[in-house]
């Protein structure tokens, strides 16, 4: 008896795969009508794109796209405007942003800047003040307490000098005895400091004129260059961090009424910055 042939499946693609294609693309019709029929509050949707241009400095020709957008709406013309939508891109004018959302937004953005300013503040003081103990402990160990002042801010670290430890009266030249003195602080500033160092020259309001010192201002200019000169020829310091003014009566820090005022106000005081 013969065998029954096998039934074969016919050529090409299932019939169920033609109906599944079918029902796809009516489904992809049905959407683009339903996106087609949308309508977008233009509004709203301008405003938010002022409010990001402000903001993020984006260009501002996506905004026509809704409408008859120059690289969307336009279909096949979109390459030959290629150089009309570059051009058209770029920060807003002032006229087209309101100042009600410039001043929500830049609120926003100076908020933001004045929290990060104080965290940075608070840190940057937290680490002065472990520099001013650090070093108030070196001060303490060579019996300097009666010499040297340190006090600190969130901007840096200062060591206050007396000018009678210095100079003698109307002079700018170092005294031998500040020598000793003058060497720790060198070595305290090259242990410590990180970037500039400030060296300022006080004087007291009592009026100064002599063959060399014209003023208060030329007298304390040069007490703080002969600072400068003793740490640039006595220390491993950068001469380019290093920066030396006079500042004369100008910033008094007791009464220049009485001597133990005065006394105080003839000073050099020595800031360690912080790192930029």
Not at 161 to 181: H, N
């Amino acid at each position: 008896m013969a065998k029954r042939k096998e039934d074969t499946p016919p050529p090409g693609s299932p019939a169920w795969m033609a109906t599944f294609s079918d029902l796809m693309n009516l489904l992809l019709c049905f959407f683009v009508l339903l996106f087609s029929m949308s309508t977008v509050d233009e509004a709203k949707y301008n405003e938010l794109v002022a409010a990001m241009n402000n903001t993020f400095s984006i260009f501002n020709a996506g905004a026509t796209s809704i409408g008859e957008g120059i690289l969307i709406s336009n279909g096949v013309s979109q390459l030959n405007e290629l150089d009309k939508y570059i051009n058209s891109t770029g920060k807003l004018d002032d006229g087209d942003v309101s100042e009600e959302q410039i001043e929500h937004f830049q609120g926003s953005s100076q908020e933001q800047l004045e929290q990060y300013e104080e965290q940075m503040e608070s840190l940057n003081l937290q680490a002065n003040e472990e520099m001013a103990e650090a070093i108030e402990e070196v001060v303490a160990e060579n019996n300097m307490y009666d010499q040297i002042e340190i006090g600190f801010t969130a901007q840096y670290v200062q060591l206050t000098m007396k000018g009678a430890l210095l100079f003698d009266s109307g002079s700018a030249d170092l005294k031998p005895e500040s020598m000793e003195v003058l060497a720790k602080v060198a070595t305290i500033l090259e242990k410590y400091s990180q970037g500039e160092v400030e060296i300022a020259g006080h004087t007291d309001n009592v009026p100064i004129s002599s063959s060399r010192f014209a003023d208060n201002e030329e007298l304390s200019s040069a007490r703080a260059l002969s600072v400068f000169y003793y740490l640039i020829e006595n220390s491993s310091l950068d001469p380019v961090e290093l920066k030396h003014s006079g500042m004369g009566q100008r910033l008094p820090i007791a009464d220049n009424s009485t001597e133990a005022g005065r006394s105080r106000n003839r000073r050099v005081e020595i800031r360690i910055l912080n790192p930029a």
